[in-house]
């Protein structure tokens, strides 16, 4: 029982480090992000990186954080491991969805000055 105990919480401690140095990473390096490295170099001008990486980066960061708190929360609570995986992967992917969606709202740096 309290090896599959610490090992919820370990799993949950290397995901947490995983997504937050992503964060960092991408906000260094914006190649990172998934699609921006594929654009040329005339498609990357009209994108606001700052705002993008900035964005992505809070993302990955407050999406690590919280599956740090609630994994340990939940394993501190002995809720079944199913149930603790289930709702970190459930965190996860919202946080991926709403980096998408959030992404793809962003104004490019030329729209206004047409």
């Given at each position: 029982m309290f090896a599959i105990f610490y090992f919820m919480i370990y799993g949950s401690i290397i995901t947490a480090v995983i997504l937050i140095l992503s964060g960092i990473a991408v906000k260094n390096k914006p190649d990172l992000i998934a699609g921006y490295n594929t654009l040329t170099n005339e498609e990357k001008e009209k994108i606001d990186t700052d705002k993008l990486t900035h964005m992505t980066r809070n993302y990955f960061v407050f999406i690590?954080?919280?599956?740090?708190?609630?994994?340990?929360?939940?394993?501190?609570?002995?809720?079944?491991?199913?149930?603790?995986?289930?709702?970190?992967?459930?965190?996860?992917?919202?946080?991926?969805?709403?980096?998408?969606?959030?992404?793809?709202r962003l104004t490019t740096k030329n729209q206004f000055h047409k």
């Open positions: 690590g954080i919280s599956v740090l708190i609630i994994g340990m929360v939940l394993s501190f609570l002995n809720v079944a491991e199913k149930t603790q995986l289930y709702l970190i992967c459930g965190i996860v992917i919202f946080g991926i969805a709403l980096i998408i969606i959030q992404s793809n």
